[in-house]
């Protein structure tokens, strides 16, 4: 905390516990401690045993620079020489272990999802699967420790959050029974039905091998290549297309187990179910312009928001929900096959029930330590959570292990902190690379007698929580070999025509752009008329509007367009009014303005739980107010909505020479960047309030104040509450006009 700048307080993305002054530090003190909004993994000995330790004793220990065994160095900033112009000397050990660890720092990244941000948090059981599943972490009031995993799919680390892209949604459950892991994404299929085809959809969506581009993006030609020569692939391609493959934020994303799975209940009993996370604060996403700007802007914008939600006390929460189906023989449902991930079970057919919510509450201490390191596995299993035999799961059982020993470097990646379970362990494994735990004992194997018989097979009574082991539940198999596939997965257009009739005008609108965009940016014909073939098979319009952008034909349907009823459920804009936590609320302010108006404003906006961002002409205070940004820094997408509290003339530094987005003054009335501002914000459907000499910048910039979306008034205070209630559909869509 500024003890100078209270006001800095509330306000997220301070790098440091203390804020440091402005010389070096010379008094040895203690490592400083995390910042009160960072969490790390709880201490547990390798084989799963509670330490009582405090966290940050993980971390680094002592006021003087050491040795990677303890020993203190005396200078870190001269390697040994021969002289102080000789070469350097091949005894310095320090040196050698400071390059040698430096140029062994990074490990391979994930072939897929190598992108991606994490928090601490907990689930909370509401004791409604108790019927389905004996899962301990489901009963009322249960309280289990997670860590989440947010990613993207195609990009490198290094790549930019707001591609148009499905994103990975892993949650690890420490539970008392072990650790779970729910591996799944913010879409609930995927783009094919048999594991054996990943690496061919990954090759095909990376990019191009020759070139290394383009970089996170499903834009070229080896993709729509794939996706229109495996149709299976299209009811994926159209959620991609949607506004779901930009969500706005982490926190405003749903997510899927994608498979269904099997739960067994206490009474030895299954049923199949589909998992759901059901965002607290609605399903939200970003226009194809804003995920643009902000790719320049901010390329860090998922990853960012999501920490400083964190820091600022609006912890992201979700409901976890299942959709549950009878485990028949056929294990179909209304004539949809549970086990093809390329189809979903329309929420209106099968209801979605709540079984229980879960918070994200700390930022972790070190991402490479925990969110780079942490390793989920679908076969990460507890009692009372089964898999099933969806082909693209059974490939998945397999290959999660597998990369781990790559990444990681060994088969002991579950002793890594981040990894490590809640549960007691005896797993009989020893020795491999990076063992922790010092094994006692003389015979890791079973049965034995000279260790007393220990361990023991645990029991197969499900109902009895104490001794309780996982146990697969009994399923009939085919004994006949064959590399087949059953007859209802051919079909690949219903489900995707599905969705497109699901979507509002709006929605539909976005999909036409990004298919238009996405195929118009592939360099080979035959690709793109394919593929609209497969357009012509799910919707007419859809196809003749992207055929039109492309130039092309309108094909005929070469298989029968079949006939749904839409699902409210599928469509972003339905639901709602959603909770305003940790919307970002920008204030723009006039120095010869009405400040003690947005004094008040800001403390309004701080007691809805939003964060307050002024913007003014320069940094540092104004009057008494501090600024967070300045009209140079300041860009419409990094706000949900946008005051106005004043009509600042040009800034000093309203120079093209000096600011790029300065060279558009129409005169001395209000800032070009503020007019930009202004515009862009309107022209993406955000709410905008102004006040006082505000409502004169909204007349320059020419925005109406009796369009949709814009609250005028004599006084912020009553600006404010009116807008606070537009922020709960997100945006007002009526200012978009569809074509469609």
């Given at each position: 905390m500024?003890?100078k700048?209270?006001?800095?307080a509330?306000?997220?993305g301070?790098?440091?516990a ?20 960072q ?8 084989t ?17 620079v ?12 001269h ?10 000397l091949?005894q310095?050990?320090?040196l050698r272990?400071?390059?040698t660890?430096f140029d ?5 990244e994930?072939v897929?999802?190598?992108?991606g941000?994490?928090a601490?948090?907990?689930?909370e ?9 004996c ?5 009322k009031g249960?309280?289990t ?7 993207t ?9 707001t591609v148009r892209?499905t994103?990975g ?15 799944g ?19 095909a969506?990376?990019p ?5 581009i383009?970089?996170?993006?499903s834009?070229?030609?080896t ?6 020569l ?10 991609n297309m949607?506004d779901?493959?930009?969500p706005r ?7 899927f187990?994608?498979h ?5 209940a ?5 049923s ?10 609605g ?9 643009q ?7 860090d914008?998922?990853r960012?928001?999501?920490a400083?939600?964190?820091e ?13 189906f009878?485990d028949t023989a056929?294990?179909?449902?209304e004539g949809?096959?549970?086990?093809d991930?390329t189809?979903?079970?329309p929420?209106?057919l099968?209801p ?5 919510r879960?918070?994200?509450d ?22 009372g959570?089964?898999v ?15 990369t781990q ?14 990894n ?5 362990v005896n797993d009989m494994?020893?020795?491999?690379f990076?063992?922790?735990a010092v094994h006692?004992?003389v ?8 260790d ?10 499900l ?6 082991a996982f146990?697969?539940?009994a399923?009939?198999?085919?004994g006949?070999?064959v590399r087949?596939?059953?007859a209802?997965y051919?079909?690949?257009f219903?489900q ?7 979507m509002?005008?709006v929605?539909?609108e ?6 238009s965009?996405?195929?118009?940016k592939?360099?080979?014909?035959a690709i793109?008329?394919?593929?609209l073939?497969a357009?012509a098979?799910i919707?007419a319009?859809?196809?003749a509007e ?13 298989a ?5 009823v839409?699902?409210p ?8 009014p ?7 609320v ?6 010869d303005g ?15 739980g939003m ?6 002409p320069?940094?540092g ?5 501090t600024?967070q940004?300045t ?7 990094e706000?949900d909505?946008?005051l ?5 003339p040009p800034?000093?530094?309203a ?12 005169g001395?009335?209000?800032d ?5 501002l ?7 459907a ?11 910048a909204l007349?320059?910039?020419g ?11 004599s006084?912020?205070?009553a600006?404010?509450?009116q807008v606070?209630d537009?922020?709960g ?12």
């Amino acid at each position: 905390m500024n003890a100078k700048d209270p006001q800095q307080a509330v306000i997220p993305g301070a790098p440091a516990a203390v804020p440091p002054g402005l010389a070096e530090p010379t008094d040895p003190v203690d490592p400083l401690p995390p910042k009160p909004d960072q969490g790390a993994p709880e201490p547990r000995t390798p084989t799963g045993a509670a330490t009582g330790a405090d966290p940050s004793t993980a971390g680094q220990q002592g006021r003087w620079v050491t040795t990677a065994t303890g020993t203190r160095v005396r200078d870190t900033d001269h390697s040994l020489k021969a002289g102080e112009r000789g070469p350097t000397l091949l005894q310095d050990h320090h040196l050698r272990e400071k390059i040698t660890h430096f140029d062994h720092e990074r490990i391979p990244e994930r072939v897929v999802h190598a992108r991606g941000a994490g928090a601490h948090g907990y689930f909370e059981g509401y004791g409604t699967a108790d019927t389905v599943t004996c899962a301990g972490l489901f009963a009322k009031g249960e309280r289990t420790p997670v860590f989440v995993r947010f990613s993207t799919v195609l990009g490198s680390r290094g790549s930019a959050d707001t591609v148009r892209d499905t994103r990975g949604f892993a949650t690890k459950f420490y539970t008392a029974e072990g650790v779970w892991d729910l591996v799944g994404n913010n879409m609930p299929v995927f783009f094919i039905q048999d594991g054996i085809k990943f690496p061919d959809i990954i090759h095909a969506g990376k990019p191009h091998p020759d070139r290394e581009i383009p970089q996170a993006q499903s834009a070229h030609d080896t993709f729509w290549d794939f996706v229109s020569l495996h149709t299976e692939a299209q009811h994926h391609a159209l959620w991609n297309m949607s506004d779901r493959g930009i969500p706005r934020s982490y926190r405003m994303m749903e997510g899927f187990g994608v498979h269904t799975f099997r739960l067994t209940a206490a009474d030895g009993t299954t049923s199949l179910v589909k998992f759901h996370w059901k965002p607290r604060l609605g399903v939200h996403s970003l226009t194809w312009e804003e995920a643009q700007l902000i790719g320049g802007l901010d390329p860090d914008f998922h990853r960012r928001d999501l920490a400083d939600a964190i820091e600022s006390g609006a912890f992201p929460e979700w409901e976890l929900g299942i959709q549950v189906f009878e485990d028949t023989a056929e294990q179909a449902f209304e004539g949809i096959d549970l086990l093809d991930p390329t189809k979903i079970v329309p929420e209106e057919l099968a209801p979605v029930q709540p079984i229980g919510r879960m918070v994200l509450d700390r930022n972790p201490t070190n991402f490479f330590a925990e969110t780079e390191q942490v390793a989920f596995h679908v076969g990460h299993l507890v009692p009372g959570i089964d898999v099933t035999d969806d082909p693209l799961m059974q490939a998945r059982l397999f290959s999660y292990v597998d990369t781990q020993l790559s990444r990681l470097g060994g088969p002991n990646f579950d002793q890594i902190p981040i990894n490590r379970p809640h549960a007691p362990v005896n797993d009989m494994l020893r020795d491999g690379f990076h063992q922790h735990a010092v094994h006692a004992g003389v015979a890791p194997y079973r049965p034995n007698s000279l260790d007393g018989g220990c361990p023991f097979h645990a029991g197969t009574d499900l109902s009895d929580e104490e001794t309780r082991a996982f146990v697969e539940a009994a399923r009939a198999v085919e004994g006949r070999k064959v590399r087949a596939q059953p007859a209802s997965y051919d079909d690949h257009f219903s489900q995707a025509r599905l969705f497109w009739a699901s979507m509002s005008p709006v929605e539909q609108e976005h999909i036409i752009r990004a298919y238009s965009f996405e195929l118009g940016k592939c360099y080979e014909q035959a690709i793109k008329e394919r593929q609209l073939q497969a357009l012509a098979n799910i919707d007419a319009t859809l196809c003749a509007e992207v055929a039109t952008a492309l130039g092309l034909p309108v094909p005929e349907p070469s298989a029968d367009v079949a006939e749904v009823v839409p699902s409210p459920a599928l469509s972003q804009l339905t639901g709602g009014p959603w909770p305003a936590d940790g919307r970002v609320v920008g204030i723009v302010i006039d120095p010869d303005g009405a400040l003690d108006d947005v004094i008040e404003v800001r403390a309004s906006v701080l007691d809805a739980g939003m964060v307050p961002l002024l913007i003014g002409p320069h940094g540092g205070t104004v009057g008494e107010l501090t600024v967070q940004r300045t009209f140079a820094t300041a860009r419409s997408v990094e706000y949900d909505v946008v005051l106005v509290a004043g009509c600042p003339p040009p800034a000093p530094d309203a120079l093209p020479a000096r600011d790029a987005k300065a060279g558009a003054s129409d005169g001395p009335v209000l800032d070009p960047r503020v007019v930009l501002l202004l515009e862009e914000a309107f022209r993406h459907a955000k709410a905008i309030g102004a006040w006082g000499a505000g409502l004169d910048a909204l007349e320059v910039v020419g925005i109406p104040t009796d369009a949709a979306g814009i609250v005028a008034g004599s006084t912020g205070g009553a600006v404010i509450d009116q807008v606070r209630d537009l922020l709960g559909t997100h945006r007002a869509w009526e200012r978009f006009a569809p074509a469609v």
